[in-house]
């Protein structure tokens, strides 16, 4: 019943920053953790970031740990991607996945629930 909505995605140019949205339309509690993962054209899924709503654990890839913050707003049901310093690299389609007893840091791993992605654009 857990429904992930994305938002926020866009064209920016290098060095830009964006805010990513993944409101969900459940109860905050209802799963147990919360992440982002991209995709970009011809490679893998990879993962982004993750946050745990019992505890506010967060995770992150090597690449982007110095650049994004994930964050979560339990009011609104809603986990937010900041994404500063903006590569090139950076762009793909970014997800939001949750799960209702795992944290979702994994590409591997097929997650309970996924939103319909948002694209993000870095032009050089």
């Known amino acids: 019943q857990v429904q992930l909505v994305e938002s926020g995605g866009g064209l920016v140019q290098a060095g830009a920053s964006l805010r990513l949205s993944c409101a969900a339309s459940?109860?905050?509690?209802?799963?147990?953790?919360t992440g982002w993962f991209r995709q970009a054209p011809g490679k893998e899924r990879e993962f982004v970031a993750a946050?745990?709503?019992?505890?506010?654990?967060?995770y992150y890839a090597d690449s982007v740990k110095d650049r994004f913050t994930i964050s979560r707003h339990s009011a609104k049901n809603t986990v937010y991607l900041q994404m500063n310093s903006l590569k090139p690299e950076d762009t793909a389609i970014y997800y939001c996945?949750?799960?209702?007893?795992?944290?979702?840091?994994?590409?591997?791993?097929?997650?309970?629930?996924w939103g319909q992605g948002t694209q993000v654009t870095v032009s050089i």
């Open positions: 946050i745990t709503w019992t505890g506010a654990m967060t």
């Open positions: 459940g109860r905050t509690r209802s799963y147990y953790g």
């Open positions: 996945a949750a799960d209702l007893h795992r944290v979702p840091n994994d590409p591997n791993i097929q997650y309970d629930y």
